[in-house]
């Protein structure tokens, strides 16, 4: 069988086609080669190491209230067609897995020129662009959360239309890293934070800001790095690999009055690989941006959250994902623009002095979290591929 893969250019789109490969390389009970047609940005050796065949188009990318950029990104639309119907020609895929982005929608309009079967992903609460024009050419739509079904059914829809469109929807999750689900060293938090060289007897939060950091979320944590700390709460902070040098010189100035030891309960990581699964682990609070792939990895690991949505993101779909998620009593959500202080600390405060909360939270991050998305998505990729 052949399987071709499109989406483009971000963690958020490659990460849940690396995990629904991994899948279909494991369980396929036939031999399949995979291809990718698209975007792949800085993630191609994510995709080749699993034996992916890598083919790039040009991509255009629409941008809200940014008209003349969109008129010159029109001629790349057009080639990145002509680019996706010549490499699909040449493929023949069975079907198709698209995740959206940069790149997908001229992959997804080649497949349905040629009548191969399509299947759409949504990780956010909101679909773009790319996914809702997908839509309408998918043999099957999974979702990630819930309320991202108001994309693809439109009030006042027709109601023929209507439930062709919910009978190929389908709320699965957001497949994430596969070493999420693997054993870590040790099964108890305190050990855990022995393994990360932190005091098992004082609270650790973890901040995850992406790979790249937050600037803003960074110069936040250094305004209340010495409360913190002052609270005897420890902190594990991926400030980027953009800015994780930045920040290390600021926490250095704040820090230097301080004796080592106390300066050792805040610690700077650039970057969080596979030992991201760690750190949440030995986490009790995660600090994140919103991203569908922060939220669900989060939720896997059963780690309370304090979600600060990114107030850019497009169409606001990281403030949704972060409500919705924070409806199920897993997160606390507070929005950039009331990122305080006083806010915050109150909030750290609060969950720290209930433990009960606490593993009510952890509880329902577990019942949110559906750690079998991508066995799901890779099923229904084999069904419509046959």
Not at 25 to 52: A, F, I, K, N, W
Not at 65 to 72: H, I, Q
Not at 287 to 315: N, Y
Request: charged share 20%; aromatic share 10%; glycine share 8%.
């Amino acid at each position: 069988m052949k399987i071709l893969f499109t989406g483009g250019g971000t963690g958020g789109h490659i990460y849940p086609i690396v995990s629904v490969a991994e899948v279909l390389l494991q369980t396929s009970s036939e031999p399949v080669d995979l291809y990718y047609v698209g975007v792949p940005g800085v993630y191609e050796q994510q995709l080749t190491s699993r034996g992916m065949t890598v083919f790039r188009v040009a991509s255009a990318k629409l941008r809200s209230g940014e008209l003349l950029r969109n008129l010159l990104d029109v001629p790349f639309f057009f080639i990145g067609l002509l680019q996706a119907l010549w490499r699909v020609f040449w493929i023949m895929p069975d079907v198709l897995f698209s995740k959206g982005g940069p790149g997908a929608l001229p992959v997804v309009l080649a497949c349905a020129f040629y009548r191969i079967p399509i299947i759409v992903h949504e990780s956010d609460s909101v679909a773009g662009f790319t996914n809702r024009v997908s839509g309408k050419y998918a043999d099957a739509i999974g979702i990630a959360f819930a309320t991202a079904k108001e994309s693809f059914i439109k009030e006042g829809m027709p109601e023929r239309k209507r439930a062709a469109v919910e009978h190929k929807l389908a709320l699965v999750g957001n497949p994430i890293r596969d070493f999420f689900f693997m054993p870590g060293e040790t099964a108890i938090k305190a050990d855990a934070k022995r393994v990360l060289d932190f005091d098992p007897a004082k609270p650790l939060i973890v901040v995850v800001g992406g790979s790249q950091g937050s600037v803003r979320m960074n110069d936040f944590l250094m305004s209340i790095a010495e409360e913190l700390l002052n609270r005897n709460i420890q902190v594990l902070h991926q400030a980027g690999l953009n800015n994780a040098a930045t920040t290390q010189v600021d926490l250095a100035g704040i820090m230097q009055k301080y004796s080592d030891t106390f300066r050792r309960a805040y610690r700077i990581v650039p970057y969080f690989g596979r030992e991201i699964r760690d750190a949440f682990f030995a986490a009790d609070i995660v600090v994140s941006r919103a991203g569908s792939g922060a939220i669900f990895e989060i939720a896997a690991m059963g780690c309370p959250a304090i979600l600060v949505p990114l107030p850019e993101s497009a169409r606001d779909h990281q403030v949704k994902n972060a409500f919705e998620y924070a409806s199920t009593g897993a997160a606390i959500t507070v929005e950039e623009a009331n990122l305080t202080k006083h806010t915050f600390l109150t909030q750290v405060d609060k969950l720290l002095a209930d433990p009960a909360l606490l593993a009510s939270m952890a509880s329902a991050a577990k019942a949110f979290a559906k750690p079998d998305a991508a066995d799901v998505l890779a099923k229904e990729i084999i069904r419509l591929g046959q």
